[in-house]
């Protein structure tokens, strides 16, 4: 998987992650689960817009933007062994665009659906508010820059914890006895 695409997946992760305004607020703050209704009341269709409205105005619809334009280029990359395609290549994904528009709408109405199921109308209705706050509008503002500092951050933390684990390993290893390559 190249840098541009694993950092693409792990920046959707983590802005489906950060979107959520409970890590905004102190864990002391923040209300405990409640346990599972024995019956989920039906999704009313206001309650379905609430839960649309706030996958738009978090950002976490934009996660899907990089998504299909990475596949057209997977079938670009495919064909490379192939140049008298690269044209017709090139103009069909172009005109694939409306649908491949349309398979967007319906994992963002999915996904809709997900929050829907997951937090109530008072709920969602409470985030929409925050995402339509000028402090909500700024924290979608500044998350794409968030994401790849926080990539670039992760990347290095990965690196630093993986040698410090092992240098530990090994020390604790050689006390008893045994002596890791």
Request: aromatic share 4%; net charge positive.
């Amino acid at each position: 998987m190249s840098p541009r695409r694993s950092r693409a997946l792990l920046a959707g992760l983590l802005a489906a992650t950060l979107s959520s305004p409970v890590l905004c607020t102190p864990a002391s703050a923040q209300p405990k689960p409640a346990a599972p209704a024995a019956s989920k009341d039906p999704i009313t269709p206001t309650h379905l817009a609430l839960a649309k409205e706030v996958m738009l105005s978090s950002g976490i619809a934009r996660s899907f933007d990089s998504i299909l334009p990475a596949f057209g280029e997977q079938i670009k990359q495919a064909a490379v062994t192939r140049p008298e395609l690269t044209k017709d290549l090139a103009d069909v994904i172009e005109k694939l665009q409306p649908e491949l528009e349309l398979q967007k709408q319906r994992i963002i109405d999915t996904a809709s659906r997900i929050y829907a199921n997951k937090l109530t109308e008072a709920e969602l209705r409470d985030i929409a508010t925050f995402f339509r706050s000028p402090a909500g509008k700024r924290y979608v503002e500044t998350q794409p820059q968030v994401l790849d500092d926080m990539v670039q951050a992760m990347q290095t933390w990965t690196q630093e914890v993986s040698e410090y684990m092992m240098v530990r390993v090994r020390a604790e290893m050689g006390k008893r006895g045994h002596q890791l390559q």
